[in-house]
């Protein structure tokens, strides 16, 4: 089953949900404070965090908008305040669903099992050619298992290529699907710019130019 981060100061609830989580089958790994989840975080594949909202060395808040800023992760806050102003914030920055002190473990590990469905769901959503994937419910870019700094826009003409290999793909057909115009509005040098600093960062023999006629993704494509 899923992987589970849990941020909760408090040891005794720690272990305590710990414990129901990992007999109903999950892989939990479990953390005291910021520090430790920012490492345990970039160190396995997590599926769902469980953060509460008061920490020994800042703000669960922030931990949350921060791990939002790289991975759209399932997060579940915890917190000890009934209030309103505190649920509409976790929100904002992020956080998927809230439970509220004190709750019962055979809740949460309800609320979980709903929530990791979503995951079940989601996966097998990957493009993958060679030792490059990508992503497609978390929009992020592997080469060699290290993420690449694309843009959005260089993320969606590499995914419109890798859904369409070994085909040949016109600058208008480009134009049309990545910035939505028959190019009318936009400079015609765009799609070549923008091909050239897609292929710097994944390799620039992946994409052939067919003189005259548009571009070509050459690599076999899996899905998975």
């Known amino acids: 089953m899923g992987k589970i981060l849990l941020l909760e100061d408090d040891s005794n609830l720690n272990n305590g949900i710990q ?3 990992t007999r109903e089958g999950y892989e939990v790994v479990a ?16 599926e769902l965090i469980i953060s509460d909202l008061s920490l020994p060395d800042g703000s669960g808040l922030d931990f949350c908008k921060k791990i939002r800023e790289q991975s759209n992760v399932l997060i579940l806050m915890l ?43 989601n996966q097998g959503q990957a493009l993958v050619s060679g030792e490059l994937s990508v ?7 592997k080469l060699h298992e290290e993420i690449l700094p694309l843009s959005k826009t260089e993320i969606q003409l590499l995914i419109l290529f890798m859904e369409n290999p070994k085909q040949i793909l016109s600058s208008d057909q ?29 390799g620039k023999e992946r994409i052939k130019t067919v003189r005259g006629v548009g571009y070509l993704w050459i690599n076999d494509v899996q899905k998975k």
């Open 174 to 202: 480009l134009l049309d699907q990545i910035w939505d115009t028959k190019g009318e509005y936009v400079d015609t040098n765009t799609v070549s710019v923008n091909i050239s600093r897609l292929r710097q960062k994944i």
């Open 31 to 46: 953390c005291l404070d910021i520090a430790s989840a920012e490492i345990a975080f970039q160190q396995n594949e997590i």
């Open 79 to 121: 917190t000890s305040y009934n209030q309103e102003h505190d649920i509409v914030t976790g929100y904002v920055h992020g956080a998927d669903d809230y439970m509220t002190k004190p709750f019962s473990l055979m809740v949460l590990v309800s609320k979980v099992q709903a929530m990791m469905k979503r995951v079940v769901r």
């Open 135 to 141: 992503s497609l419910t978390e929009m992020k870019v």
């Open 19 to 21: 414990l129901c989580l």
